[in-house]
């Protein structure tokens, strides 16, 4: 069992920033990929970004290229998502999720929804006109 807990969401006006934080425990030996998805009222769950825990490459959603980056401490099991430049379109609740190394993960297959198997429970990030 892996437990992920994510902190850092809030309100803050457009052009602001965040930064999220996922701290993980629990059986993190065989993580192999890490992601922040999120889901807005009424709409499904979407990708945001991932991590590939041994190598550190990473995939973004089109809609925060440039302007969200996701990065990871490997000593204390925990991926950030730094949120600059918000808009009231990223306003949602933000999912961390863990992938195992159960199979091979990786390309653009990191942003399936149903490739993760752990979740966390979110945190709201609220952004004002």
């Known amino acids: 069992q892996v437990q992920l807990v994510e902190s850092g969401g809030g309100l803050v006006q457009a052009g602001g920033s965040l930064r999220l934080s996922c701290a993980a425990s629990g059986r993190t030996f065989n993580t192999q990929v890490m992601g922040w998805f999120r889901q807005a009222p009424g709409k499904e769950r979407e990708f945001v970004a991932a991590?590939?825990?041994?190598?550190?490459?990473?995939l973004y959603a089109d809609s925060v290229k440039g302007r969200f980056t996701i990065s990871k401490d490997n000593a204390k099991t925990t991926v950030y998502l730094q949120m600059n430049n918000l808009v009231p379109e990223d306003t949602a609740v933000y999912y961390c999720?863990?992938?195992?190394?159960?199979?091979?993960?990786?390309?653009?297959?990191?942003?399936?929804?149903?490739?993760?198997?752990?979740w966390g429970v979110g945190t709201q990030v609220t952004v004002s006109p």
């Open positions: 999720a863990t992938a195992l190394q159960t199979r091979i993960l990786a390309g653009p297959r990191r942003s399936r929804v149903n490739e993760y198997d752990y």
């Open positions: 991590v590939t825990w041994s190598s550190g490459d990473q």
